[in-house]
C-alpha cells in the first residue's frame, strides 16, 4: 500500500471561467477521491493551479486591450473563487505565471539540456507573414489527412482524435489571419519521442493495461501504434516560460512542457521544504485527473519528461472523464453555450451540493453525459428532497416528538456495513457515479426501514415503547452515517447534518442521553420558474451568438486578402458529375465518391457523409477543383476537390450549375 498520495487536477487554463464541463471532467472526480483517501486517514496532498501560458492568452489580451498578464490575473481570480465557494478543497491552487514556476521550469529544462537529451534542430515552421508571428501548432488549421475534418489543428483533431503534425494537415492556413502561411527558418529544442517510446514507453504504457480505464490505454496505444516523432519544446514567442539556455533569446517553453511542471511547483508551494518527499519517494502515488482531450500529454510527454529528468516518480493513474454536453449538445465556449461555474453560483446560492449530486450522477466516467435543466430539477426534487432529505427531516423531527430530541436507549436494528463497504471499493476504483448511487442507498435503506417500522403508530401502545426506541436509535445511527459520508459527496450537506445531530464529528456512534439539535431541511425543491429562467438564459444566449457569428463569417469573408488574376487561372475548375459514392469504412464523416469530370473519371474523398447519404448524390453535378495535388485519405486516393458551399446553420450545398451542362465543361 502506497505510504501517501499526490493527487493532481488537470490545470485550467486562465483565458476564461470555468464551466460544468470542466467540473465534470476533473474537478469533481478528483475532490470526491480526495474526501475520500482523507476521511480513510491516508496521507494526502490534492494541489491545482492556472495554465497561464501561450498563444491563446495573448491573442485575448490583443482583443481586450490589455497585457496578457492582466488577462491571467483577472481569469485566475474568477477560477478559484468559484473552485473555493463551490467547495473544491486544494491544498494549493497555485498560477504558472508565478517565479517559482519559472524556476522550476527552467531548472527541469536545464536538467534535461545538460543531459543532452535534447535535439537541436534549425527547422522549416509555419510563419503568418501578415501577423508577424510563428504560428503555435493549435493557430495552424487545414484538412485532417484521416478524416476529412476541415477545420483540423495540429495535435488531436477533434473528431477523429488523429495525432496530426502541422506539417500533416492539407492546405494548411493561419488560424490568426485566415492567410496562407509560409516556411520559415527557426531554432528549437526537440523531445525525442521516438527513442523515448522505443526506450521506455512501450514497454511502461504496457505495463498499465489492466490498471488504466479502456479509453485512456487505447488512445494512448494508438499514439504509440503510430510511432511517436520528436516534438519542439520550445516556441518563438514573447509569452511564457523563458528558455534557459544560449541561443534562445525570444524564446519560450512550449506550454505543455511548463503547465505540468506546474504540478510539482504547486506541491513546492503547498508543502515547503517537505515538498520532494512527494514526487521522488516511490511510496508515494501519484494519480492525475483530467478530461479525455488531454490524455496524450499526461501518459506520453509528461512521463517522457519525467523518466528522462530521472528524479521523478511516475503517476500511478490517470482516470480520464469523457466530455459532458449540455441540453443534448456540445458546450462550446466560442458560442457561449455553457454553464458557468461562477454563474451558477449567482443564481442559485447556497446550493453547492444540488449541483454536486447532479453532476456526480452523471459523470462522463466511460461515455459522454448530458446535463439538462430538467434532469437537474428531477434529480433535486426526487432524489435529493424527497429521499435523502426527507428521511433526515423524518428522524430528527419524531425523535424531538417523541423523546424531546434526546437519543433514547435502544439498539441497532440495521447493519449498513455492506453498502459502506461498496462505497469505498467504488471510489477506490475510480467508479464515482456507483459510489453515490451506493451513497443514496443508506438513505433509502433508512427510509425503507422507518415506513416499515411505523414507529408512529407504534407509540400509540406502552408496550411497543422499546420497539420505537429501537427504531428512532437506529435511524438516528443511519443519518450519522449518511452525514459522514456526505463527507465525500456533498460536503455543504455533511456540515448542516452535523448541527442537525449537535455533534462535532462523525466519530463513533451517537451515544444514547445526547441531546440533537432542532429539524430544519437540509433541500428546498427546484421550482419550474428557476428551471424557466436557465432555459431561457441559454436560449437568449445562443441566439445572441448566432447573430454574431453569422456577423463574424460575413466579416472574415470580405476581409479575405486579394488575389490577383495569375492566382486565379492556376486553378483548374470543372463541372464535374457524380457517378458512384459510398461512406469510408471506420469514418463516419467520408464518402468515397467516383466523379465523371468528362475525360475521364476521378476518386474523390470527401467529408460530407454527415451531410448526404450516399444513393441521394448519385447525379448530382458539381464544382471540382480538378489540379489540387492528390492525397490519401483512409488509404483511398483523393485527386481533387469538391467545392461546397457552408450556411450559417452549418449545413452544406453542392456549388452546381443552374442547369444541367456537359461533364468536363470548364469553369472561368
Known sequence: MPKRHLITCALPYANGPIHIGHIAGCFLPSDIYNRFLRMQGKDVLFVCGSDEHGVPITLKAKKEGKTPQGVVDENHAVISKALKDFDIR????????????????????????????????????????????????????????????????????????????????????????????????TKNWYLPLDKIQEDFLNDWVDTKKSDWKPSVYGQCNSWLKEGLKPRAMTRDLNWGVDVPIKDAEGKVMYVW????????????????????????????????????????????????MLQEHGDFILPTNMPANEFLNLEGEKISTSKNHA??????????????????????????????????????????????????????????????????????????????????????????????????????EIARSGNKYLQETEPWKLIKYEANAQAVADCLYTCIQIVKEIGEYA????????KKLLNLLNIKSFDGEIKAGHQLGEASLLFEKIEDEMIENQMAKLHKTKEEMTEVSDAVEVEIAELKPEITYDDFIKMDLRVGTITAAEKVKKADRLLHITLDIGTETRSVVSGIAEHFAPDDIIGQQVTYLANLAPRKLRGIESSGMILMAEDTDGSLKFVAPSEQISSGSGIT
Open 339 to 440: 454553464i458557468w461555474l461562477h454563474e451558477y453560483l449567482e443564481d442559485f446560492p447556497g446550493k453547492t451540493d444540488e449541483l454536486r449530486y447532479t453532476l456526480t450522477s452523471i459523470l462522463p466516467e466511460t461515455k459522454d453525459a448530458d446535463f439538462t435543466w430538467k434532469d437537474y430539477q428531477a434529480k433535486v426534487n426526487n432524489e435529493l428532497v424527497a429521499i435523502l432529505g426527507n428521511f433526515v427531516n423524518r428522524v430528527i423531527v419524531l425523535s424531538n416528538k417523541y423523546y424531546d430530541g434526546i437519543v433514547p436507549v435502544g439498539s441497532l436494528q440495521l447493519n449498513s456495513t455492506e453498502t459502506l463497504n461498496k462505497i469505498e471499493s467504488s471510489l477506490q476504483s475510480f467508479n464515482q457515479r456507483q459510489g453515490l448511487e451506493n451513497y443514496m
Open 90 to 185: 486544494f491544498d494549493t491552487f497555485s498560477r504558472t505565471t508565478n517565479q517559482l514556476h519559472h524556476e522550476t521550469a527552467q531548472d527541469f529544462f536545464k536538467n534535461l539540456y545538460d543531459k543532452g537529451v535534447f535535439i537541436e534542430e534549425v527547422s522549416e515552421q509555419f510563419y503568418d507573414e501578415e501577423a508577424g508571428e510563428f504560428l503555435a501548432d493549435k493557430y495552424i488549421v487545414g484538412t485532417c489527412p484521416s478524416c476529412g475534418n476541415q477545420e483540423a489543428t495540429a495535435n488531436p483533431c477533434e473528431k477523429c482524435n488523429r495525432n496530426n503534425t502541422p506539417q500533416d494537415l492539407i492546405n494548411p492556413r493561419s488560424a490568426l489571419t485566415d492567410s496562407k502561411p509560409i516556411l520559415k527558418e
Open 487 to 494: 463527507q465525500i459527496f456533498l460536503p455543504e450537506t455533511s
Open 257 to 304: 512542457f511548463d503547465a505540468p511542471i506546474g504540478y510539482i511547483t504547486a506541491t513546492k508551494e503547498a508543502a515547503g521544504e517537505d515538498w520532494e518527499k512527494w514526487w521522488t519517494d516511490s511510496e508515494t502515488e501519484l494519480t492525475h485527473f483530467l478530461g479525455k482531450d488531454n490524455i496524450v500529454f499526461h501518459t506520453i510527454i509528461f512521463p517522457a
